[in-house]
């Protein structure tokens, strides 16, 4: 198979003219090795899924093209999988564009081959004609994939499928349940960059399930996981800085015009550069992730606020405030139809820790409009109980009207303060002072909220914050921003966008009432102090 994938020609960049297997760098050797060569005592191939993720420049769509075409010949040359089907899932036409243009371009070039196959560019399909053998490159969407029964499916990008796919968890499902008539032929690969922003749907499972292969916590000889990207949780102090550590996620570097790579060293520097010299405070998220690999949730000191960078390392504390809590504020970021309505309490604990919980509501047709990516990620939210999705806005209003009833039930003779941006869902603070009978302290939202900001660094870098951990408020503290400069004056908070484009903001509803929860918590918390004692 080495041999067969290596005979692919080049058509394009440095080595346009070339076979493949004239520049196959040490990694592509030994993947191909490993995919087709790792047997049983039967000879079978005992890989069945394969899952690589590597950095932007390393020739993805090029391994991906030369996979397909060399997998087809086996076939050929086995004289196996007759008439079958090769899929190539890209998230966008571009993207089907370029793949499908390495194979047609290869093939067409080829002495040995263009008079073996029959291409239809507008559809990206390619066939060889004797064995009746398809290569079809598709735009991934649910109805693209019901019926197809292939042999062996490549997933391009699938960070990016995970987000411009409604269904990308289904378009798997429904590939993997027609590849189960392959049999033993059968053959699943993910090729794919780490995202820009954060790691969401089908593209954060697989990258879970492949790390905990990786890492022989989960035992599975039929997959096999390719993770160029810094071992960051294993060495907390790695410069990446360093250009020394960039071979992390990008294996195909080359240091000298002799060397053979898909991308030279002295270029990555200048992008590195540009990065940390610029203002687009984007720019060095973009470099770690498209190019080293690096997650978003795994950033450190890019940008990043320091109680971001530590939320994930934070002790726990209960999902409600307990009995014995002195004083509780409890914060309210309305949203909007489509958007999470964010409920967050804030108390001290007995060690003097700064405890949060988050409960956040949604209306059911706000849960349907959400894409595939974040309804998987509202999904694990209802599973852990932060999430709740609610008929109708007049239902979501009953349940936080007695959630706050109950609270001041609970707390006796405590304190518990109410408030929050008063703003959002119109009508939400009126009803909830007729409802409830108690008071809406607001609290002004945008700059003013910058010292709650400050305040929140100070007790990160003390350990003097907990959190119940959630996975819903975890994204929101990693898709929060905070810009200065802006165009509109000063500093603001932000979204984070869902990819390099920036559409499709991600929430950040829950970060903002916990923002808000902290701020209502020290204006308030003063108050609450017997005087009379402390004079005593």
Known sequence: MVAVVGQFLLTQGEYAGRRLCEVMLPWQDALVRFLFGFTDTTGRRRIRRAFLKIGKGTSKSTLAAALALAFLMDCVDRGVGFRGLIVIMSPSVATSNIVFGHIEQAILNDPHLRHAFRSKSIQRTIVHVASGIEIVVKVASLEQSVGLRPLLVIYDELHLMALECRQAGQVMDQ????????GDEALEITITTAPPATASGVYSSALSYARKV????????????????????QFPDLDL????AWFWGMPSLKRSVDEVGTLHAAELLREYDEAMRGDEPQAMGLFLSQRLGVEPAERRG?????????????????????PEADFVACSYDPGGVDDPFAVAWCWKDGQGRYCFAVHQHLVRVGYERAGSALRMLYDEAIGAGELTVHATTEALFGALFVEARALELQSGRHSVVFGGDVHGVAGFVPQFRQGTSFDYEPVKQGWPLLAAVHYLEGLAADGR????????????????????????????????????????????????????????????????????????
């Open 241 to 244: 800085g360093d250009p020394e």
């Open 175 to 182: 590939l993997r349940r027609g590849q189960a008539n392959a």
């Open 214 to 233: 990786r890492d022989g916590d989960i035992q599975d000889d039929t997959f096999l996981p390719i993770l160029f990207e810094p071992p960051l949780t």
């Open 302 to 322: 890019v940008g990043a606020l320091l109680f971001q960078e530590r939320w994930g390392s934070m002790p726990g504390c209960p999902s409600w405030p307990p």
């Open 465 to 536: 914050v907990a959190h119940a951990a959630t996975p819903l408020l975890a994204a929101n503290v990693a898709n929060l921003v905070l810009e200065e400069g802006s165009a509109i004056g000063g500093r603001h908070f932000a979204k984070r966008g869902t990819d390099s484009t920036g559409t499709g903001p991600l929430k950040i509803d829950g970060a903002m009432a916990v923002l808000s929860a902290l701020s209502l918590h020290e204006v308030n918390a003063y108050n609450q102090v017997d005087v009379s004692a402390l004079i005593g």
